[in-house]
């Protein structure tokens, strides 16, 4: 392993160690009577380089520092650690921790990738959010929506398709307009005010731009010129129930008048993030979502992405079974309707995390490395 800062709390203080194998762990005799004594281990990857690229086998994101003074003010032994190789993981897996706290989907190895929380599952330490089963029907958004269609939860009608496969209007199965997204990745990546389409060669322009710039096929849906939601799930694994945390988001308008969440809006945080008030619409929201939830195989926590069409139905859009633990729509569902704050969240977050149970009794072990 490469050479990490290891800060421990010391009389109060940071102090700073190299060649530490934990990079930021907090010791035992430094704590107050009243934690709760649980082994937590946070576990992260490299980060790359380049920020700004898509770390793809990384499905939550949150600043591990954070996370970790917010968990040892409550539990006995966290840590952080990073995993670079095979042995590190196996590592893991021998000291046992009762939780582990990571947004890591999986690892690339020399022999292939291991899912994490497979290999959690395999043996037998609990982890936050869901299994790779799950993961993998929100990752791509087709399948998401054939689940979703097939728990007959409304979601617009689509198809995939990439340049060339479409030769002309006729070929297209549903009518215009049209909404245009890349078939995987998040953060409205792929997203911009071309993503909206009347006519067969703006349809062309856009599914090209999306292979060109990220290599992937496109989405195609019937546009909803509705408002957009985005709903926050946490489950209480005390006793099963979901509670739904409805916002609605409002982007300005671009120069075509229409209200895009895209990849700009976000990462520049243009957007505006609102309570949902009307009764209505809220317990809409909160059924379509937590159904879709569990039609996903959801575990712990979540968030649905909903959008209105001109009547103000409400469709399901997406999922994302890994939100991110910063300051972003997951965390404002649960301050505007919980007046949860940041560190509630993650407590809540890690203590469902330790009162789950086994999804899966058994795993197959053929299912843990794909090469």
């Known amino acids: 392993m490469s050479k990490k800062n290891l800060i421990e709390k010391n009389r109060g203080k940071l102090t700073v160690q190299k060649n530490a194998h934990n990079i930021f762990s907090s010791k035992k005799k430094y704590f107050y009577p009243n934690k709760i004594d649980k082994t937590i281990e946070i576990v992260i990857v490299p980060k790359l380089a380049d920020i700004t690229r898509n770390q793809k086998n990384v499905g939550i994101m949150f600043d591990e520092i954070l996370i970790f003074k917010i968990l040892s003010k409550r539990y006995s032994n966290v840590s952080i650690t990073e995993i670079n190789t095979g042995n590190d993981l196996k590592k893991l897996a021998l000291r046992k921790p009762d ?18 929380n497979d290999y959690l599952e395999l043996h037998d330490i609990l982890y936050i959010a869901s299994n790779r089963t799950a993961l993998h029907n929100e990752q791509d958004k087709s399948i998401a929506k054939k689940i979703i269609q097939k728990a007959n939860i409304r979601t617009a009608d689509f198809f995939i398709t990439e340049p060339g496969e479409h030769q002309n209007e006729m070929s297209i199965p549903i009518a215009f307009p049209l909404f245009i997204k890349p078939l995987t990745g998040g953060d409205s990546r792929g997203v911009d005010t071309n993503s909206i389409v009347y006519d067969f060669l703006s349809f062309q ?55 895009i969440l895209d990849y700009d809006i976000k990462v520049d945080d243009h957007e505006k993030v ?45 999922a994302n079974l890994m939100p991110g633990l910063r300051k972003g729509y997951f965390y404002r569902s649960c301050l505007l309707n919980l007046d949860m704050s940041y ?23 053929t299912g843990l490395s794909s090469h």
Request: hydrophobic residues 40%.
């Open 343 to 365: 560190e509630q969240m993650i407590l809540t977050i890690a203590n469902n995390g330790l009162s789950s149970r086994r999804i899966h009794s058994c795993i197959d072990n």
């Open 99 to 116: 939780l582990v706290f990571s947004g890591v989907k999986y690892f690339y190895f020399a022999d292939g990738i291991i899912w994490l």
């Open 274 to 318: 609102i309570k949902v008030l009307n009764s209505k619409i809220f317990n809409q929201l909160s059924d379509l979502s937590k159904n879709a939830f569990t039609a996903l195989d959801g575990k712990s926590l979540g968030r649905i992405d909903i959008k209105m069409d001109y009547r103000g139905v409400p469709y399901f859009i997406e």
């Open 205 to 259: 322009a856009k599914i090209l731009d999306i292979k060109r710039k990220h290599n992937l096929r496109s989405l195609v849906e019937t546009y909803l010129s509705g408002k957009e939601y985005s709903v926050g799930i946490l489950q209480d694994h005390s006793n099963k129930n979901l509670e739904a945390m409805p916002i609605e988001i409002v982007a300005k308008r671009n120069i075509n008048g229409h209200r």
